[in-house]
């Protein structure tokens, strides 16, 4: 196995996980706003935390789970319009789109960091009902979006092989 294909390996295995745990957290998500409506209606006592914990969870669930739609193209597109191209020129489409997200999700990645570094250098936290850091919860970004920019990079390869059709390595 070359390096590139190990690399799409761990890539995949980290997807794989991602995914994973957004499906935990939508589970938690379900969960808990079923006991908060119980909570709620059935004994008048509300739980604070769950609106809380259900936003910082629709977070991390957009940011695990990117890379994981994508790698299975499971974005919106417009198919009316595609199928009007020949498969190069589909190709070409697909190098074209993937290159605009390598630059958007470079951009969410690098400035995710710095924003996620500064919040935790200096001790930010969100005054709400759990007082709990922010940077934790920002960290989830730069996280997805770094694994997002490394699948768009695959997902622009794989289309440039469409187009040359040599390929170096083996996708899943």
């Not at 006991?35 to 259900?54: A, D, G, H, I, K």
């Not at 570094?117 to 922010?134: A, R, S």
Request: net charge positive; with cysteine.
């Amino acid at each position: 196995m070359n390096f590139l294909a190990k690399i799409g390996s761990i890539l995949d295995k980290i997807i794989k996980f991602f995914s994973f745990l957004a499906g935990v957290i939508l589970a938690f998500i379900l969960l808990s706003v079923c006991l908060e409506v119980l909570m709620r209606y059935f004994l008048n006592r509300p739980l604070q935390w769950v609106v809380e914990l259900t936003e910082y969870a629709l977070l991390f669930i957009t940011f695990l789970g990117t890379a994981w739609l994508l790698k299975r193209e499971g974005h919106i597109k417009v198919d009316v319009f595609l199928t009007l191209f020949s498969p190069k020129a589909q190709a070409g489409l697909k190098i074209f789109s993937s290159l605009i997200g390598i630059i958007v999700s470079f951009a969410l990645a690098w400035y995710g960091f710095e924003v996620s570094w500064e919040h935790f250098k200096d001790g930010i936290y969100n005054i709400t009902v759990l007082e709990f850091p922010k940077a934790p919860l920002l960290a989830i970004i730069p996280i997805g979006s770094l694994i997002l920019l490394f699948q768009f990079i695959r997902r622009a390869y794989g289309s440039l092989v469409d187009l040359r059709g040599k390929r170096l390595f083996r996708e899943n």
